[in-house]
């Protein structure tokens, strides 16, 4: 990694999907340019960040994340708050399929916890079709002191170990439950793309 990047190499690229690498290159950058601002203005501070974007900062920073997750910025350096992270099991009934999130991060996190959608339909217990996700540590058992590393090792979990007690989508729960064999062709079969029950599913493998 360059970390003597100019502060304009960045300002001058066209605007695109950044990955992780990008935005830590990215946060030094702004980081340096706010060092010069307030040296030059005397100290004043030069734009406010919000509380939620410097704790952010600070996750995406520490972020340490297994091979089959991708942190991506599809709006730019201009809107840290909204990203996406792909994930991809490598273990498990959903081995082979990448699923995408979406998250929303409030300006008071981490006193709330970001928003987190499904983007890829899927069949699963804990997953709805709209792609509203259940997850404790996004629910009742969210703290400040965890954070986006933490959120995405949650919902990598999900695909290695659905829990068909704490149902979003009930009849994927309970088919899981009651025949555990017929839960795994469900999953294959929505995952190559088709029909479980009425429901379609495009391809996400």
């Known amino acids: 990694m360059d970390h003597n990047l100019n502060p304009t190499e960045?300002?001058?690229?066209p605007q695109r999907a950044l990955d992780g690498e990008d935005m830590?290159?990215?946060?030094?950058?702004k980081e340096k340019q706010r060092e010069l601002?307030?040296?030059?203005?005397?100290?004043?501070?030069?734009?406010?960040?919000?509380?939620?974007?410097?704790?952010l900062h600070k996750?995406?920073?520490?972020?340490?994340?297994?091979?089959s997750c991708t942190i991506t910025f599809p709006n730019g350096k201009d809107d840290l708050?909204?990203?996406e992270v792909s994930i991809r099991p490598d273990d498990g009934y959903y081995l082979g399929g990448t699923f995408l999130f979406s998250f929303q991060v409030s300006p008071i996190y981490p006193h709330e916890a970001p928003k987190v959608k499904c983007k890829t339909k899927v069949y699963h217990p804990n997953i709805d079709l709209e792609g509203n996700v259940c997850l404790n540590i996004l629910r009742?058992?969210?703290?400040?002191?965890l954070n986006i590393n933490t959120?995405?090792?949650?919902?990598?979990?999900?695909?290695?170990?659905?829990?068909?007690?704490?149902?979003?989508?009930?009849?994927?729960?309970?088919?899981l439950r009651d025949n555990p064999k017929i839960f795994e062709t469900n999953v294959r079969r929505a995952m190559a793309g088709g029909y479980v029950g009425q429901n379609f599913f495009p391809r996400c493998m």
């Open 140 to 145: 009742e058992d969210w703290k400040p002191v």
């Open 151 to 175: 959120i995405i090792y949650g919902l990598y979990h999900l695909f290695t170990e659905p829990n068909y007690e704490d149902p979003l989508n009930h009849d994927a729960a309970a088919v």
């Open 37 to 55: 601002a307030e040296n030059a203005n005397g100290g004043a501070p030069v734009k406010k960040q919000s509380a939620g974007e410097l704790r």
């Open 59 to 67: 996750d995406i920073c520490e972020l340490n994340l297994p091979k």
């Open 81 to 83: 708050m909204n990203f």
């Open 10 to 13: 960045l300002v001058l690229r």
């Open 24 to 29: 830590i290159r990215l946060f030094k950058v």
